[in-house]
T-cell receptor, first 108, second 114 residues
Framework: GESVGLHLPTLSVQEGDNSIINCAYS??????FIWYKQESGKGPQFIID?????DKRQGQRVTVLLNKTVKHLSLQIAATQPGDSAVYFC???????FGPGTRLSVLP | DTGVSQDPRHKITKRGQNVTFRCDPI?????LYWYRQTLGQGPEFLTY????????KSRLLSDRFSAERPKGSFSTLEIQRTEQGDSAMYLC????????????FGPGTRLTVT
């Protein structure tokens, strides 16, 4: 079946540094990919999405890159802040498939 | 607060009992989704509605699970004859048909089956 997965289950970065969270997917037909942030005790929160016909999309302090050749996408967070500490999920919009998540810890 | 709400937030039940959860989506959203999330995992899709029509059901949704959205507004998820393996967080999300992939999640209902 379709799978979406992240490369690292945990990631620690220093406050102020840039964070890069990576994700791989299996379904070439997926037309949308989405990144969500989930803080402890809360439901996932939409961050940004990208259509499959795009390579890059920028939001506020976040950039998502999509490489369809290798079926890989990444979420870059600029100037990481303590409030960015959470679990980040990539998801395929095609069949509502979520990856297992990467826990981002921001160190002071 | 105009976000997605879920009730109850926590439910403890004994194995074999039936439970029902409620989700109230964002009022102008016509799509509503149910997911299940276990510790350390991403949400797993269960089913979704467009207005009152249930358009897709995951094979994870066994015969003991049923979801309804009778008037196209709130939705209920019922689990009959609960099993310990049903213990999880049940998440509801909603979206508009124009931005279907931008889903807004509720806080979830944590189910513990003893």
């Amino acid at each position: 079946g379709e799978s979406v997965g992240l490369h690292l289950p945990t990631l620690s970065v220093q406050e102020g540094d840039n964070s890069i969270i990576n994700c791989a997917y299996s379904n070439s037909a997926s037309d949308y990919f989405i990144w969500y942030k989930q803080e402890s005790g809360k439901g996932p929160q939409f961050i940004i999405d990208i259509r499959s016909n795009m390579d890059k999309r920028q939001g506020q302090r976040v950039t998502v890159l999509l490489n369809k050749t290798v079926k890989h996408l990444s979420l870059q967070i600029a100037a990481t802040q303590p409030g960015d500490s959470a679990v980040y999920f990539c998801a395929s919009g095609q069949n509502f498939v979520f990856g297992p998540g990467t826990r981002l810890s921001v160190l002071p | 607060d105009t976000g997605v709400s879920q009730d109850p937030r926590h439910k403890i039940t004994k194995r074999g009992q039936n439970v029902t959860f409620r989700c109230d989506p964002i009022s102008e959203h016509n799509r509503l989704y149910w997911y299940r999330q276990t510790l350390g995992q991403g949400p797993e899709f269960l089913t979704y509605f467009q207005n009152e029509a249930q358009l897709e059901k995951s094979r994870l949704l066994s015969d003991r699970f049923s979801a309804e959205r009778p008037k196209g507004s709130f939705s209920t998820l019922e689990i009959q004859r609960t099993e310990q393996g049903d213990s999880a967080m049940y998440l509801c999300a909603s979206s508009s048909w124009t931005r279907e992939y931008e889903q807004y999640f509720g806080p979830g209902t944590r189910l513990t089956v003893t």
